[in-house]
């Protein structure tokens, strides 16, 4: 079992930044991937960004490219997601996930959630 926590949402202007973290607790298999998707109201929940904990290399969504960087810190069990030139259209709850999978865009591989953390982007 492998849990995971999000923190680091909230309100920003149009232009700014903003650091999301997944704290993981339990097992975390060193051939997991690790992503970030999120879900707009209306929307279906879609792919940000992933990375995998064993080699650290890295997949985005077209529409965060040079924009969003995933990272993560084996020490700290923790994966990041430093979000700058944040749009209006990035306001979304932003969800973390953990998964056995190689089809890093695909939601329905992933099998450990967090409950969420809200991003709202004022224009």
């Known amino acids: 079992q492998v849990q995971l926590v999000e923190s680091g949402g909230g309100l920003v202007q149009a232009g700014g930044s903003l650091r999301l973290s997944c704290a993981a607790s339990?097992?975390?298999?060193?051939?997991?991937?690790m992503a970030w998707f999120r879900q707009a109201p209306g929307k279906e929940r879609e792919f940000v960004a992933a990375?995998?904990?064993?080699?650290?290399?890295?997949y985005y969504a077209d529409s965060v490219k040079g924009r969003f960087t995933i990272s993560r810190v084996k020490a700290e069990n923790t994966v990041y997601l430093q979000m700058n030139s944040l749009k209006p259209e990035d306001t979304a709850v932003y969800y973390c996930?953990?998964?056995?999978?190689?089809?890093?865009?695909?939601?329905?591989?992933?099998?450990?959630w967090g409950q969420g953390t809200q991003v709202t982007v004022s224009s």
């Open positions: 996930a953990a998964g056995l999978t190689r089809d890093w865009a695909q939601r329905m591989k992933y099998d450990y």
């Open positions: 339990g097992r975390i298999f060193s051939n997991y991937a």
């Open positions: 990375i995998s904990w064993s080699d650290g290399s890295t």
